[in-house]
Nanobody, 117 residues
Framework: QVQLVESGGGLVQAGGSLRLSCTAS????????MGWFRQAPGKERAFVAL???????RYADSVKGRFTISRDNAKNTLYLQMNSLKPEDTAVYRC???????????WGQGTQVTVSS
């Protein structure tokens, strides 16, 4: 059974930083593409970032230069370092996983990030 468990969310002031973690189990983590999505109240779910097995990264334009995605294959853990946070970054952040270039098959429950102005 695949499980993705996020942690690290919380309340932070604008300009601050948070680091999200996602611990995976039940899948060959090092071979999977991992990513982050977010959904703010009343808005569509949105792509944030992804990292391929060989660590190539891609980002949404809205977070480029502020967020960094990384992975530790030895710990089966995905990270999202978020700097220079803005109130518009407030959302539930969910960890996702897929094999190859297919659909995002596995989703975590999410962790809340709230950025106050």
């Amino acid at each position: 059974q695949v499980q993705l468990v996020e942690s690290g969310g919380g309340l932070v002031q604008a300009g601050g930083s948070l680091r999200l973690s996602c611990t995976a189990s039940g899948l060959p983590f090092s071979t999977y593409t991992m990513g982050w999505f977010r959904q703010a109240p009343g808005k569509e779910r949105a792509f944030v970032a992804l990292i391929l097995p060989l660590t190539e990264q891609r980002y949404a334009d809205s977070v480029k230069g502020r967020f960094t995605i990384s992975r530790d294959n030895a710990k089966n853990t995905l990270y999202l370092q978020m700097n220079s946070l803005k109130p518009e970054d407030t959302a539930v952040y969910r960890c996702v996983a897929r094999s190859g270039g297919g659909s995002w098959v596995y989703w975590g429950q999410g962790t809340q990030v709230t950025v106050s102005s």
